[in-house]
């Protein structure tokens, strides 16, 4: 079963633009991850944020997590045409990632 | 260490077939993950190794499955009797325990005819 539900479920916009996904889950987690995956590829990671974050940043990326609204969300600053892929959050709870169904992010050159 | 690597790629089978892949994980890592991925979902837990132990399966991981990671390092994923709705992306992916994040390998794409 899948645990994160990210919204939307597609997002285009045109580069130098800011692109914002959110993710909301269910139970308890002990960190949240974020991975980006390119059409018939495979996943890489992105950042993680753990329970008791609340921001994180990483280059262009920056990544917030409210812990009683069991919700978190990717910011991409300044996308580019090479952003273009599908971004998932995942649940970490100790023992495997329970993953969303992503948000598929098209950035026009 | 270049990564996970995960081999064939692609996978054409027929149905009734049986099918094997395999996955080598990052040497220093202890876990070992496979997850299924069908077009446009996230992916679905399969089944995760911590060495050569399995800790837990998911409910998706029916008796035509079987994984083993005989001595901790590589991973064979077998399905037996594949069937239609097999067909799918799957994915090893590999980690330290408490680590910071997975690496994923390129996936095994798997089509059932």
């Known amino acids: 079963s899948q645990q994160g539900e990210e919204d939307p479920q597609a997002l285009s916009i045109q580069e130098g633009e800011n692109a914002t996904m959110n993710c909301s889950y269910k139970t308890s987690i002990n960190n949240l991850q974020w991975y980006r995956q390119n059409s018939g590829r495979g996943l890489v990671h992105l950042i993680l944020i753990r329970s008791n974050e609340r921001e994180k940043h990483s280059g262009r990326l920056r990544v917030t997590l409210d812990t009683s609204k069991k919700s978190s969300s990717l910011l991409i600053t300044a996308s580019r045409a090479a952003d273009t892929a599908s971004y998932f959050c995942?649940?970490?709870?100790?023992?495997?990632?329970?993953f969303g169904g992503g948000t598929r992010l098209m950035v026009k050159p | 260490d270049t990564g996970v690597s995960q081999d064939p790629r692609h996978k054409i089978t027929k149905r009734g077939q049986n099918v094997t892949f395999r996955c080598d994980p990052i040497s220093e890592h202890n876990r070992l993950y496979w997850y299924r991925q069908t077009l446009g979902q996230g992916p679905e837990f399969l089944t995760y190794f911590q060495n050569e132990a399995q800790l837990e399966k998911s409910r998706l991981l029916s008796d035509r499955f079987s994984a083993e990671r005989p001595k901790g390092s590589f991973s064979t994923l077998e399905i037996q009797r594949t069937e239609q709705g097999d067909s799918a992306m799957y994915l090893c992916?590999?980690?330290?325990?408490?680590?910071?994040?997975?690496?994923f390998g390129s996936g095994t794409r798997l089509t059932v005819v």
């Open positions: 995942a649940t970490d709870a100790g023992n495997m990632l329970t």
């Open positions: 992916a590999s980690s330290l325990v408490n680590g910071d994040g997975y690496t």
